[in-house]
């Protein structure tokens, strides 16, 4: 399995590993083919994602993705984060051998859930917060 540089930079560090207090959102996937799962939890204020954090129980490329989601999600509007695709995450990690695209659409995936689930317990309405 060739990993990519940036893979492994991820992997051996990743960033926003663990869980908010109160989060405003929290996404849940796990994939029963390889038993990885994967969380994240987010913090909204004005419609932008203020903070994000992950926890993963999974393969280097579970590891790496969930890292790289989060960063590409902080900061950004709920729209943004939610247009964010399994190919763009991919692509800021520089590429995944094709057996591990599914690792990057669960992180998408978890990120979505957060997001969806943030929009339900808020009504759909800004918080305000
Ligand atoms: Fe399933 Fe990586 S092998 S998430």
Redesign the pocket.
Known sequence: MQYSKKVMEEFMNPKNIGELKNPDGVGKVG?PT?G?IMQVHIKVKDNKIEDIKFKTF??A??IATSSMVTQLAMGKTLEEADNITYENLAESLKGLPPI?M??SS?ATKALKKAIIDYKTKSGGKNNGK
């Open positions: 994939n390889c990885d999974g393969c490329a579970a591990k599914h690792c669960m």
